[in-house]
């Protein structure tokens, strides 16, 4: 594991295996929801608002692309997940806010998820998890905001 310790390591690099490897240990865990690990991010993004949202609003929130966005929507809605309806101010735009049994099932997923994530973070102590996540979340913040 040598190579990881470089440093000449891409910052970038790190972030995206550090993702991988959480997407691999959480695609398990989340499966026995019905659920991609793909398609948490708009599910957990959705339960998250609270409010109905649209799915424009919803792919800007998450940086993803609305024909990404579009899909993954329609396949929680098969699932029960979530629910569409059009926008009433706005015709040609579709509301989209979760059901009561994505609501229920909210709670297992984020469990499921942080297990995965520890699995992910245990070389780390527990301030240094504390660190990675303010720094990362300040990342996030600044983008959110641009």
Not at 95 to 103: G, I
Not at 118 to 123: A, G, R, T
């Amino acid at each position: 594991m040598k190579r990881f310790q470089d440093d000449k390591f891409p910052l970038g690099y790190a972030v995206a295996m550090t993702h991988r490897m959480q997407a691999a240990k959480a695609k398990e865990k989340v499966a026995q929801y019905g659920i991609t690990f793909g398609q948490v991010p708009f599910l957990m993004e959705i339960l998250r608002n609270k409010e109905p949202m649209t799915q424009d609003a919803l792919s800007k929130a998450l940086f993803i692309d609305p024909a990404a966005t579009a899909r993954a929507v329609e396949q929680l809605e098969i699932k029960g997940l979530v629910k569409r309806k059009v926008n009433p101010k706005n015709r040609r735009q579709k509301l989209v806010s979760a059901t009561d049994k994505a609501t229920w099932m909210k709670g297992d997923i984020r469990a499921s998820l942080r297990e995965a994530m520890q699995e992910v973070l245990e070389p780390l102590t527990t301030e240094e998890q504390e660190t990675l996540a303010m720094l990362l979340s300040k990342i996030c913040e600044h983008g959110a905001q641009t």
